[in-house]
């Protein structure tokens, strides 16, 4: 970005330059010279490009610096992250593993229902387990 507008920055110093071709009298603290009209340009777009080249170079310091110590952070996060994700799946393993367990004595214990008549009978059965239910003191 700052390049680009360097180039745009030159690019108009230049054309200035070559339609003012003239010499004007400048005075300075006493001192009177005669300079080509695009001299004092000059100067300014070099004290610009200098200001714009110091604040690029320092933007950039100051990015590398706070990068500086990311690193560490993120390999810490990467690897809570992988321990993470080795427990789900073991979690995952562990919770397929019960459920498996639990089907296989629903399975065993009524043989002739299916899953959606267990279902259907548990919300039957449902009313009278609120009904029947008595405060605990």
């Known amino acids: 970005m700052y390049l680009i507008l360097l180039l745009v920055v030159y690019a108009a110093l230049g054309v200035f330059a070559v339609q003012n071709g003239g010499t004007h009298d400048f005075t300075f603290l006493g001192y009177s010279s005669a300079l080509p009209m695009w001299v004092p340009a000059a100067i300014g777009t070099v004290a610009t490009s200098v200001l714009l080249l110091l604040?690029?170079?320092?933007?950039?310091?100051?990015?590398?610096?706070?990068?500086?110590?990311?690193?560490?952070?993120?390999?810490?996060?990467?690897?809570?992250?992988?321990?993470?994700?080795?427990?789900?799946?073991?979690?995952?393993?562990?919770?397929?593993?019960?459920?498996?367990?639990?089907?296989?004595?629903?399975?065993?214990?009524?043989?002739?229902?299916?899953?959606?008549?267990?279902?259907?009978?548990?919300?039957?059965a449902m009313t009278d387990r609120v009904r029947n239910r008595t405060a605990a003191n």
């Open 55 to 124: 604040h690029m170079s320092h933007a950039g310091l100051g990015s590398r610096f706070r990068e500086i110590g990311h690193g560490r952070t993120l390999d810490e996060h990467r690897d809570r992250i992988d321990e993470l994700r080795e427990q789900n799946s073991r979690l995952r393993e562990e919770l397929a593993a019960a459920r498996g367990e639990v089907r296989g004595a629903t399975a065993v214990a009524a043989p002739g229902r299916s899953p959606q008549q267990s279902l259907a009978d548990s919300f039957r």
